[in-house]
């Protein structure tokens, strides 16, 4: 059983900033590719970030200059540094991991989302 789970949103003002995080844990070997989305209210999930197993990384243009995804391959964690916020970026945001479960299989999982509120 794999379980992933995102932490560190929260309420911050404009211009703040939060770093969030995103872990799997339980059965796994490693993960693999990594996608940041975010979902507002009445909206489409968006895909916000994602890295590759590489390192390779890839931002919406709303949010280049401003978020960088990073990863920690060793504790299975992979991290949304949120710079410069704008109440445009308030929304829950997800992360979806490829999970390695051995040296060959693979599967997508979803965490159950964090809060971001950015506001005055």
């Known amino acids: 059983q794999v379980q992933v789970v995102e932490s560190g949103g929260g309420l911050v003002r404009p211009g703040g900033s939060l770093r969030l995080s995103c872990a799997a844990s339980g059965s796994i070997f490693s993960i693999s590719n990594v996608g940041w989305y975010r979902q507002a209210p009445g909206k489409e999930r968006e895909l916000v970030a994602d890295i590759t197993s590489g390192g390779y990384t890839n931002y919406a243009d709303s949010v280049k200059g401003r978020f960088t995804v990073s990863r920690d391959n060793a504790k299975n964690v992979v991290y949304l540094q949120m710079n410069s916020l704008k109440p445009e970026d308030t929304a829950v945001y997800y992360c979806?991991?490829?999970?390695?479960?051995?040296?060959?299989?693979?599967?997508?999982?979803w965490g159950q989302g964090t809060q971001v509120t950015v506001s005055s």
């Open positions: 979806n991991v490829e999970v390695r479960l051995s040296e060959i299989m693979r599967n997508y999982y």
